[in-house]
């Protein structure tokens, strides 16, 4: 019922077929995702799927509005899942959490060590092939632990699950998905690795950051927009980031953080009580989205 007029090349006709999004984007009186370097990426020929020419062609009415994060379920003060409550004031509790932690995956059990939180789908998106190769250089080479909740491809759960195996006291992991392990390791964990090829938001750095889980993640998207890059010289940041989807680049990264950890002691603590700070609730980008409506309300209203 669209009528032949729509099937064009500026609509929806695509390869011969009809494409939704591509008819929605050109008929829709404002288009929006959900971090504001996400919406530049989709215009760029890697970001955009194919789309990039018809998102161009809308520029002026693309915007990028964050994701909030559910803080009455993602905050350490009030957190039932977790063993101990805790607030930037007052760590103590981030302790006993990550002791717990540590039992819970049967790692070495020692305050001194860090350890990386992964939560996540194991899919290429997401990075994982970035750190299949180097996690066990990691492990060797490095002082740090790792903990892995997460499933997706075969090969990818295989690798992973296999790694405590490999890695006795070092690293534990966890093959599916549990709600309540997820809270424990982003309380318990001093590190949290996002290594996505692409993020059009993600809030797993916004829960780590809230629970004082410095996060290591790649410079895209969502992540860009919200972890903020570690000064070596004032201490200051939120988390550590990279730009390169290269393994080496995770590996340098990761140790990076690593070497913060054990050298710059107070940088850590002055980056974890930053980010517990920091806010990325839904009321900030419910005034934006209202805002959008807003002004989508009044550009129909124009062609009317």
């Known amino acids: ?25 050109y008929y829709a009186d404002a288009v929006s995702t959900v971090s504001p370097s996400y919406a530049e990426e989709i215009l760029t020929p890697d970001g955009g799927s194919g789309l990039a020419p018809y998102l161009e062609r809308r520029r002026d009415d693309l ?22 409550n805790y607030s930037s004031d007052d760590l103590s509790g981030k302790s006993i959490c990550k002791r717990e932690l540590q039992r819970e995956f049967v790692l070495r059990e ?30 060797k080479d490095m002082m740090v632990q790792f903990v892995i909740l997460g499933a997706g491809e075969k090969r990818l759960e ?15 992991a966890w093959i599916g998905y549990s709600n309540e392990k997820a809270h424990r390791i982003e309380a318990g964990s001093d590190f949290f690795l996002m290594p996505s090829l692409y993020e059009p938001c993600g809030l797993n750095q916004m829960y780590s950051m ?19 890059q570690y000064n070596e010289k004032s201490g200051t940041g939120t988390g550590f980031r990279f730009l390169a989807a290269d393994p080496m680049a995770v590996y340098y990264t990761i140790g990076w953080a690593v070497s913060t950890y054990y050298d710059r002691p107070r940088h850590i603590a002055s980056m974890k009580h930053e980010a517990m700070e920091q806010e990325f609730s839904w009321s900030d980008s419910a005034h934006k989205y209202v805002d959008l409506y807003k002004k989508a309300i009044a550009r129909r209203a124009t062609w009317r």
């Open 158 to 172: 295989d690798l992973f699950g296999g790694l405590p195996a490999e890695f006795p006291g070092t690293i534990g």
């Open 210 to 228: 809230r629970y004082g889980t410095l996060p290591i993640v790649r410079e895209i998207g969502g992540l860009k927009d919200t972890v903020r």
């Open 63 to 84: 915007v990028g509005i964050l994701n909030g994060a559910d803080y009455d379920h993602w905050d350490p003060r009030t957190d039932p899942l977790i063993p101990a």
């Open 1 to 25: 019922g669209l009528g032949k007029e729509n099937f064009t090349e500026s609509k929806f006709e695509s390869w011969g077929g009809v494409h939704f999004m591509k008819g929605g984007i």
């Open 110 to 139: 020692d305050p001194n060590v860090p350890v990386v939180g992964i939560v996540s789908r194991l899919v290429h998106q997401k990075g994982f092939d970035l750190v299949a190769p180097i996690i066990r250089s990691v492990a």
